[in-house]
């Protein structure tokens, strides 16, 4: 076979092949998600300003991932410490407490749940977004490199804060959320300090 025949035969393969991957996906919605409110609980990763700032530069602008998020469905989310549905903390961690930085009064990801719970029903066209476990992994690593446990100890301790997350997330679906959006921890590895 020559050049020219083994590059048409190539040619016409790929053209069949886009022809069978479009016949295979049709392009109708089958819902559109038009949420009603964006409702969060988490960590600094999330936290829209709990403490008066958010963990993100605070210039005035939405960019925190979370407004820039609701504010593309035509949505504000602000701090639940200002009356709004953002309910994530910086260093709040799952279950577990003093949080990452020691403080035993911050509210877990189950506490921030069961507030919400507590006075608040989820309407089913409410986005839940739940984003979590930085402040786990880094507050095991911290007991690590003090030396009050193993990196064994740790590893147990962050497969059980995921179990708890999940846990947490399987709440929320319970008590009605159609529409859970799960935010584990970024790369912590690619940190630099």
């Given at each position: 076979m020559t050049f020219f025949s083994l590059r048409r035969a190539l040619v016409v393969a790929a053209c069949a092949s886009a022809a069978l991957l479009t016949a295979c996906g049709s392009g109708t919605t089958?819902?559109?998600?038009?949420?009603?409110?964006?409702?969060?609980?988490?960590?600094?990763?999330s936290d829209v300003g709990q403490s008066g700032t958010k963990y993100t530069v605070n210039d005035g602008s939405v960019n925190n991932w979370l407004q820039q998020l609701a504010t593309r469905f035509g949505k504000t989310i602000t701090p639940s410490a200002s009356g709004g549905l953002g309910y994530s903390r910086v260093n709040a961690r799952v279950l577990a407490k003093p949080d990452a930085a020691g403080n035993a009064s911050t509210l877990t990801i189950k506490e921030q749940i069961d507030t919400f719970l507590a006075s608040n029903t989820i309407?089913?066209?409410?986005?839940?977004?739940v984003s979590a476990g930085a402040a786990d992994v880094v507050a095991e690593m911290n007991a690590v490199t003090a030396g009050t446990q193993t990196e064994a100890q740790m590893l147990a301790n962050l497969q059980q804060a995921g179990k708890d997350l999940g846990a947490q997330v399987r709440r929320l679906s319970n008590a009605g959320g159609k529409q859970v959006v799960v935010v584990g921890p970024y790369n912590l590895g690619h940190c630099s300090g």
């Open positions: 089958e819902s559109a998600l038009s949420p009603s409110r964006f409702v969060a609980f988490g960590d600094a990763f309407g089913g066209s409410d986005v839940l977004v």
